[in-house]
């Protein structure tokens, strides 16, 4: 068997460099965290959530239910802590609940 040198690079490392270099990144993480959602805040909140949206580092949540939104206002850092715990990195720096 031939020997590759130092050309050989693991398919983790290949996959993130293809998500940075076509900047996919965001949307894939938008992605997860829409997969993510009913299982983290129940099959009610996820009823309400109309959409969630990952732009520039803030989480945009649009929730039809006025008192739903006022009583996740109060627990912002939490989803944000959550999230970027799945996540697996520190995506999100801003929870915004509409």
């Known amino acids: 068997m031939e020997d590759r040198g130092n050309n050989q690079t693991t398919l983790k490392d290949a996959l993130k460099?293809?998500?940075d270099h076509y900047k996919l990144k965001g949307k894939l993480n938008q992605s997860r965290i829409r997969h993510q959602w009913e299982e983290m805040m129940g099959p009610s909140i996820a009823n309400y959530t109309k959409d969630i949206k990952l732009y520039n580092?803030?989480?945009f949540?649009?929730?039809d239910s006025a008192p739903l939104r006022h009583e996740l206002s109060y627990g912002k850092e939490k989803?944000?802590?959550l999230l970027n715990e799945q996540l697996g990195e520190e995506a999100i720096q801003e929870?915004?609940?509409r």
């Open 17 to 19: 460099a293809m998500l």
């Open 61 to 63: 949540i649009i929730i």
């Open 79 to 81: 989803i944000k802590r």
């Open 57 to 59: 580092g803030k989480l």
């Open 95 to 97: 929870v915004v609940i």
